[in-house]
């Protein structure tokens, strides 16, 4: 079964500075896909990025960038210059095929705090 | 465009109880899905359903039911409510069978004492 792996369970940075959210997965599967979630504190889960296996291109959305990397089954995500409405509970998740469509597999989240 | 609305938002159930969580999508999504998610775990699956009266059970179906008579609602029943099930609980859909990943509601927090 498919495993996902976000070993921070918590960051604490202050306002601008870098930060980086780990997620390590498993799979057997050759065509998978990944994802990053954002949870604020109001609770709502709120879709960030989707990438499939075929497509190791890093990608950049303002201030955030994902990193994919197949050799170490690992989906990064990189928050630059940091700001206090980036706090929130950060989920990564990988789809696992089941009898019909696919479930998320989902990570156990990484909560940042961002201090101003 | 609603999207996903699920209610009631919170609710305190006493151990026994029953209820039924709603969970309502208005764009057509064939998929839809349960999940709860408990402080530090993630969420985990207990239901899902791939249309209207097909459904099939999660990682931890235990103390739940579904039912799927049309496209739009996808209710989730607790029968005899425990302390274990006290959660927040997130309804999902999806059109592609998640390979796209989700649309989630806004969640519903139970607690029961």
């Known amino acids: 079964a498919q495993k996902v792996t976000q070993a921070q369970t918590e960051i604490s940075v202050v306002e601008k500075e870098d930060v980086t959210l780990d997620c390590v997965y498993e799979?057997?599967?050759?065509?998978?896909?990944l994802f990053w979630y954002k949870q604020p504190p109001s609770g709502e889960l709120v879709f960030l990025i989707r990438r499939n296996s075929f497509d190791e291109q890093n990608e950049i959305s303002g201030r955030y960038s994902w990193n994919f990397q197949k050799s170490t089954s690992s989906f990064n995500f990189t928050i630059t210059a940091s700001q206090v409405v980036d706090s929130a509970v950060y989920f990564c998740?990988?789809?696992?095929?089941?009898?019909?469509?696919?479930?998320?597999?989902f990570g156990a989240g990484t909560i940042l705090r961002v201090k101003s | 465009n609603a999207g996903v609305t699920q209610t009631p938002k919170f609710r305190i159930l006493k151990i026994g109880q029953s209820m039924t969580l709603q969970c309502t999508q208005d764009?057509?999504?064939?998929?839809m899905y349960w999940y709860r998610q408990d402080p530090g775990m993630g969420l985990k699956l207990i239901y899902y359903?791939?249309?209207?009266?097909?459904?099939d059970k999660g990682e931890v179906p235990n103390g739940y039911n579904v039912s799927r008579s049309t496209t739009e609602d996808f209710p989730l029943r607790l029968e005899l409510a425990a302390p274990s099930q006290t959660s927040v609980y997130f309804c999902a859909s999806s059109y592609s069978g998640g390979i796209y990943g989700y649309t989630f509601g806004s969640g519903t927090r139970l607690t029961v004492v």
């Open positions: 764009m057509n999504h064939n998929y």
């Open positions: 998740a990988l789809s696992e095929p089941m009898e019909y469509g696919n479930k998320l597999v």
């Open positions: 359903s791939v249309g209207a009266g097909i459904t």
């Open positions: 799979t057997r599967d050759t065509t998978y896909y």
